[in-house]
């Protein structure tokens, strides 16, 4: 079983529409979570931390459930520019290794 | 401000060629360090960390190394190129912090063995 498992996608979108991406991780003891975002080519980028408690950026909602083992992102009023790959991060080994998902490839259409 | 610089930023090798990548990084001590590579349309693959100077954990059996030799310097190397070995290889780093910790990545090298 893989470490982090997300769904490749690719989601097809409208603009403004709502979207949501789950990851899973099999570690339970895994200590941190992020989304980062990858434009075509080039490196990839923090979107945002995955709080404990679930946090929201603006259009974006990051939610964190341990008991499940999985991490959310939703994507609200999604804008062409949205248009891009998201990838899961969990961090292990007290925190030093951070190992990525495969990526979920969103393409938001006018 | 931290910065991190990677070259070359495209390469292109014959099989059987060696190869050496290199990564620094400024404006932070004691960094993690973080070697991936990204086959084309595919994710992240963590191939060497390293929590300090001469520690590398290695996850991907193959016939790559990693090297340490200085706290903010990271070395990819491997003595013989293969085909599967083409892709886009990214260095980052980070400093443990939580649920803040953030790994910030080099621009990539794009390796292409023929």
């Known amino acids: 079983r893989k470490e982090v498992e997300q769904d490749p996608g690719p989601f097809n979108v409208p603009e403004g529409a709502t979207v949501a991406f789950n990851c899973t991780y099999s570690n339970s003891a895994s200590q941190s979570f992020f989304w980062y975002r990858q434009d075509c080519r080039k490196e990839p980028k923090l979107l945002m931390s995955?709080?404990?408690s679930g946090n929201e950026d603006g259009r974006f909602t990051a939610q964190l459930n341990r008991a499940s083992q999985y991490i959310s992102l939703l994507i609200r009023d999604s804008k062409l520019s949205d248009s891009a790959t998201y990838l899961c991060?969990?961090?292990?080994?007290?925190?030093?290794?951070?190992?990525f998902g495969a990526g979920t490839i969103l393409r938001v259409k006018s | 401000s931290q910065t991190i610089h990677q070259w070359p930023a495209t390469l292109v090798q014959p099989v059987g060629s060696p190869l050496s990548l290199e990564c620094t990084v400024e404006g932070t001590s004691n960094p993690n360090l973080y070697w991936y590579r990204q086959a084309a349309g595919r994710g992240l693959q963590l191939l060497f960390y390293s929590v300090g100077i001469g520690q590398i954990s290695s996850e991907v059996p193959q016939n790559l190394s990693a090297s340490r030799p200085q706290d903010r310097q990271f070395i990819l190397s491997s003595k013989k190129l293969l085909l599967s070995d083409s892709g886009f290889y990214l260095c980052a780093w980070s400093v443990l912090g939580g649920e803040n910790t953030e790994a910030f990545f080099g621009q990539g090298t794009r390796l292409t063995v023929v």
């Open positions: 991060v969990v961090t292990m080994e007290y925190g030093n290794k951070l190992v």
């Open positions: 995955v709080y404990s």
